[in-house]
Structure formats: structure tokens, C-alpha cells
């Protein structure tokens, strides 16, 4: 299911359609490059690189131009883009190559595509391409698929007559402005703050007694039981992310010396305080999500991290930070049995089948909480190998004996990519150093959160079985007709 990638939308304040669509995307299996999908969700978020936001779309038409020299129009290019099982660099290599006829504008070699304007040339390369190939089919599914035929029309344009620049450009500016209309629609901050009157209105009329906000795990949970048959917070997942962005929101605006003091926020100003209650005070600061670093692309020299056993089940916990001490029982609720939820809502999507989503409506197949607990145990000793390994490479003779024989074996049993008791030379010092530095961050949070939750695990299993018929309840009467 959408893991990290999701969250560059959810920075966005995006909701509903794309977030539906991406999950979708993510999880088809059709992408099995993490960072690829990363990069598709921060363009679509409109936080894509280059000179400016949409550039993406520029290299898409280019592409689809290319293919319209080439001969590979119409339903050719639907099936080419959307028809591949994978998408990998090699698969798009060998698929390109063997449907393009030559063309006098276009070359095709091993690196990627070259189309010569006369006055100038535009390259794309292979390795791109599975990010154009995952927009493409974002574009396609947006709205219940309202812009598929628009977006056919803008490219069946690019193949005919002379190809230009400028027809290319006209091409990308048709899509640029449909995604600037959608972001409005579907992004834009003003629906996030609408949202956030809500949550607000919520804790003002919860806090009629004792006049205080009490933004805890009772608050979010009740609080979707009470909103999730409307479309805003219709999962519990959007509701967890609300209440922690409303947190993250509020704790940016406290100076040191109100953080003991009444912090008047939300549509009643003079009814609002805030208490996160039941926790110890957290301070949030600006915290950035550790796997960021490990995104980079002098990363990916070293396998630090096993997508599905050791970063997934990660993902989340790094992601919120801080801010997720505040909600323990939410994090359980969003890991395991919110995953339901998604899961319900990609088959719906996908058309899976009414058995498909019966089968799930039970949560019988939802993670314990107890196991995902334990996962996080089974992470925090794989965190302490990983720095032991870092400081193979980083500490040389300055360690004593036992701790220079311990990170040696720490390394030695890292029977993965970029691990290698020999290789390291100034290049691989410094990327050791660098993720150093953060394995410590990484595991000085996972240790926080544990003092936390391992407080709770007698009554974990107690917690799930609870959750998991309300969950259930709240399933089938959301999408037991559907």
C-alpha cells in the first residue's frame, strides 16, 4: 500500500482523487522503484524539479511527440504507456525500440530519445522515462477519468503536421494549466484551513466543560466515527493527518514562554486552549523525515534498507516525527487497521470485485498491533548494526578494539549492496558519515516512541481486538453496499 511517497501529497493538502488515484499507482506493483514514485508524487504536489513546477509536463509532451514521429499514436501509445506489466528503465528501453519506426526528426539509442528541431535538440532519457510513464497514467485516472480523452486529443495534435517546439510547448501548457485547475481544486491550502475550522469547531465543543482543548487519541477516533460517512474525512487515515498537522500547526506558533500558557487558536479564540494530554511535552521543532536523506541519489549506492521488512514499517513513525508521541494509539490505528481502509479503497477503485472487498470489510487479515510493535523492536537493533557498520568506515583506529571488532562484524553480516570491509575511500567516508548522522536520529526517535509504546503493550492486544470490530462496523457501513 502507499507508503512515504503518499506523504508529498498529504504536504500538499491534498485529499480525495489524488489521493486515491496515486494509491492506485503505488499500488499496482507496476513501479517497483520507490524513489520513482516519490518523484511522481512531487510533481503532481506541484514541489517537482527543474527550472520550474512544470517541467514534467514539457518532457511528457516531448515524449508523446517523439512517439507520434515515430508512428506510436493513438490506441499504439495508450497501450505502450499504460500497457507495460513493470516499469523499468530496461522494459521502456526494449518497448520503445522495438514499436518506434525511424523517423527523420527522432534517434532512439541506448541512453534514451533525441528529437532535432534544426535549431535545437531535446533529449530524454531512458532513465527518466518511468516517471513520464506514471504521470501519464496519473493524468489519465484523474476526475474518474474526465481528462483521459482531452489529454489523447492534446497529443493526437503533436502528430500532425511539421512537429515544432512551439506545438510541444502549447501541448505542455494545456496540461500545466488542467494541473494548476486540479491543485486548486483538490490541494489548495484554503480546503486545508476549512478543514482545520472543523477540527477546530470539534475540540471548542468538546471542550465545553473544562474549557481546554484535549487533542488526544480519543479526540481523533471519535472524531472520525462521528465524520467518516461525509467525503472530507472519510478515513481515518485523513483524520490521524489532520489532527497532526492542526498539532504541528499550533506547536509552530508557541514561543517558549506560552508553551506552559493557554494558546487561543481556531474559529472560538477566546474558548481554545490546547493540552495534549496523557503524554509528556513534545517538542516538534522543524523536524524532516529521516528517509530523505537516504533518497538522495549517492544513497542508493548502499543498501541500507530493505523496501518492504525494514523502511516500510518505518515510514510513517519518520515521517510524523515528534508529533506521533502525542497520538500513540492513532499510530496503531493508522498502521494496521487504517491499511485496511486504503486497501478497501484501491479495490473499489481498481474494481477488484465485491469479494475482494467483502473479504476485507472483517480486518481479519489487519496487522495486530502487538506484531507491529514488535517490527519496531526487531528495526531499533537493525538501526544500532547500521551505525556500527557507519563506523567501519568512519572512525579507522580511533575506536577501541571491541568496538572496531563489532562494527567489522556488523558490516560483515551485511551480506547486501555497498557494504564491503575494504571499500573505503574518502567517497565512501564521507556518504558513511553523513548516514551516520542520521541512523542516529533515526534511532534516538525510535527509542522515544518505544519508552512509549512499550508502556502500552500489555493491553495491545486488548486495544486491536476492540479497534478491529468498530473498524469493522464502520466498514460495512461505508462500503458494505458498494
Known amino acids: 500500500m502507499a507508503g512515504d511517497e503518499i506523504h508529498y501529497l498529504y504536504r500538499a493538502g491534498a485529499e480525495g482523487d489524488p489521493v486515491e488515484v496515486f494509491s492506485g499507482i503505488v ?7 520507490s524513489r520513482v514514485l516519490q518523484k511522481i508524487a512531487r510533481i503532481v504536489a506541484g514541489a517537482g524539479t527543474g527550472p520550474n513546477r512544470d517541467t514534467a509536463w514539457y518532457e511528457l509532451a ?71 510513464f506514471g504521470l501519464y497514467e496519473f493524468l489519465s485516472a484523474i476526475d474518474d477519468f474526465s481528462f483521459f480523452r482531452p489529454l489523447q486529443d492534446i497529443f493526437d495534435m503533436l502528430a500532425s503536421g511539421k512537429l515544432t517546439e512551439a506545438a510541444v510547448r502549447q501541448a505542455a501548457s494545456q496540461i500545466s494549466s488542467h494541473m494548476r485547475n486540479y491543485r486548486r481544486t483538490h490541494m489548495a491550502y484554503a480546503r486545508r484551513e476549512e478543514k482545520f475550522d472543523r477540527l477546530c469547531a470539534y475540540l471548542n465543543a468538546r471542550a465545553e466543560t473544562s474549557g481546554i482543548w484535549q487533542i488526544d ?5 471519535d472524531f472520525w466515527k462521528s465524520h467518516a460517512s461525509g467525503n472530507d474525512f472519510r478515513t481515518f487515515r485523513t ?48 523536524w524532516v523525515n529521516p528517509f ?20 516500510r514499517p518505518l515510514e510513517s513513525l519518520m515521517f510524523y516525527g515528534p508529533a506521533v508521541l502525542s497520538l500513540p494509539q492513532g499510530y496503531f490505528r493508522h498502521e494496521c487497521l487504517g491499511a485496511v481502509q486504503t486497501a478497501i479503497t484501491v479495490d473499489l477503485q481498481l474494481r477488484r470485485g465485491e469479494e475482494s472487498v467483502r473479504q476485507r470489510l ?69 556518504l558513511f558519515s553523513e548516514a551516520a548522522v542520521t541512523l542516529v536520529r533515526m534511532s534516538d526517535h525510535l527509542n522515544r516512541c518505544l519508552l512509549q509504546f512499550d508502556k502500552m503493550e500489555s493491553g495491545l492486544p486488548e486495544l486491536f481486538d476492540r479497534d478491529r470490530r468498530e473498524f469493522s462496523a464502520i466498514f460495512r457501513q461505508l462500503y458494505g453496499s458498494e
Open 362 to 430: 472483517s480486518c481479519d487479515d489487519a496487522e495486530p498491533y502487538i506484531e507491529r510493535l514488535a517490527t519496531l523492536e526487531r528495526l531499533k537493533s537493525h538501526l544500532h548494526r547500521l551505525q556500527l557498520a557507519a563506523l567501519h568506515h568512519i572512525a579507522g583506529e580511533a575506536t577501541n578494539d571491541d568496538l572496531r571488532s563489532a562494527a567489522r562484524q556488523a558490516v560483515a553480516r551485511l551480506k547486501r549492496k555497498g557494504f564491503d570491509l575494504e571499500d573505503n575511500d574518502a567517497e565512501r567516508q564521507e
Open 217 to 221: 487519541d480519543d479526540a481523533v477516533f
Open 27 to 33: 499500488d499496482s506493483g507496476r513501479y517497483p522503484d
Open 292 to 311: 530523505t536523506v537516504f533518497d538522495e541519489e549517492a544513497m542508493q549506492e548502499v543498501k541500507f534498507f530493505k523496501a518492504s521488512s525494514e523502511r
Open 62 to 132: 516531448h515524449l508523446a511527440a517523439a512517439l507520434a514521429q515515430g508512428g506510436v499514436i493513438g490506441g499504439a501509445r495508450f497501450g505502450l504507456l499504460l500497457g507495460q506489466e513493470t516499469i523499468t528503465v530496461g522494459g521502456i528501453r526494449q518497448a520503445l525500440m522495438s514499436v518506434m519506426t525511424p523517423a527523420e526528426m527522432v534517434t532512439v539509442d541506448a541512453a534514451g530519445i533525441m528529437i532535432d528541431y534544426g535549431t535545437s535538440q531535446f533529449v530524454i532519457r531512458f532513465s527518466r522515462m518511468p516517471v513520464l
Open 239 to 286: 483524520c490521524f493527518d489532520g489532527f497532526i498537522a492542526l498539532i504541528k500547526v499550533m506547536e509552530s506558533t508557541r514561543t517558549a514562554v506560552s508553551m506552559s500558557q493557554a494558546a487561543p487558536i481556531g474559529s472560538d479564540r477566546e474558548a481554545a486552549e490546547l493540552d495534549v494530554a496523557e503524554t509528556e511535552t513534545v517538542v516538534i521543532d522543524d
